[in-house]
């Protein structure tokens, strides 16, 4: 079975903080994407990876930054957390077409 | 650069029909539907292709018309398992992966 692994279901943080949310998949997909979920706004795209080390801006990358060291994880970091960073965070592998999404991270800053 | 979703949400008897529509201000290479139930990851529903083909999935159904850059997806005979949250993702040309998600559309099916 297909598995992308979020490290934390729910993470509270304090602001100005740097936080790390981890993602690995066990699927070899070259391309991985974090996106966050705000209710009315949908899935919007943070950072997307097409392989390891390269990377490409999603819509709202701004306050955030992203690491691939390996094929399986990709990290999402958030330099110093702010209150309007709380979000509900998803992870996704693909191959091209079926992406795969971990289970979420409810990221709270306080 | 998120593609809009309309309506925002719909709420259905079991058996009614639903449309949900995508559409994007840029040139679509594919679109992709995903449903999202309360409290869970979202579900890859189909996947369309440049060619405005019809997709078919048990009673979901949807099309792609690449010239006016927009999709459907058809919900037929609802049932209470279809409610959700669904979401069109697209990609904007074939060199890319880049998967971009719109605004979303809650469903919800009553008995």
């Known amino acids: 079975d297909v598995k992308v692994t979020q490290s934390s279901r729910y993470l509270v943080k304090r602001t100005g903080e740097k936080v790390f949310l981890e993602c690995v998949q066990d699927?070899?997909?070259?391309?991985m994407f974090w996106y966050r979920q705000d209710p009315g706004l949908g899935l919007r795209l943070i950072y997307f990876s097409y392989d390891v080390k390269m990377k490409e801006k999603g819509d709202i990358p701004e306050g955030y930054s992203v690491s691939r060291e390996k094929k399986e994880r990709f990290s999402l970091i958030l330099e110093s957390a702010s209150t309007n960073q709380t979000s509900m965070y998803l992870c996704?592998?693909?191959?091209?077409?079926?992406?795969?999404f971990g289970q979420g991270t409810r990221l709270t800053v306080v | 650069q998120q593609p809009v979703q309309s309506p925002q949400a719909v709420i259905l008897r079991e058996g009614e029909d639903a449309v949900i529509n995508c559409s994007s201000s840029k040139a679509l290479y594919s679109v992709h539907w995903y449903r999202q139930k309360h409290g869970e990851a979202p579900v890859f529903l189909m996947i369309l292709l440049k060619g405005g083909e019809q997709k078919g999935h048990d009673k979901i159904s949807a099309s792609f018309n690449e010239k006016k850059q927009q999709s459907s997806l058809y919900l037929t005979a609802s049932q209470l398992s279809y409610s959700g949250t669904y979401f069109c993702?697209?990609?904007?040309?074939?060199?890319?992966?880049?998967?971009?998600f719109g605004t979303g559309t809650l469903l919800a099916v009553q008995p």
């Open positions: 993702g697209t990609k904007n040309g074939g060199a890319t992966n880049k998967l971009i």
């Open positions: 996704a592998s693909s191959l091209g077409q079926e992406a795969f």
């Open positions: 699927m070899d997909h070259e391309n």
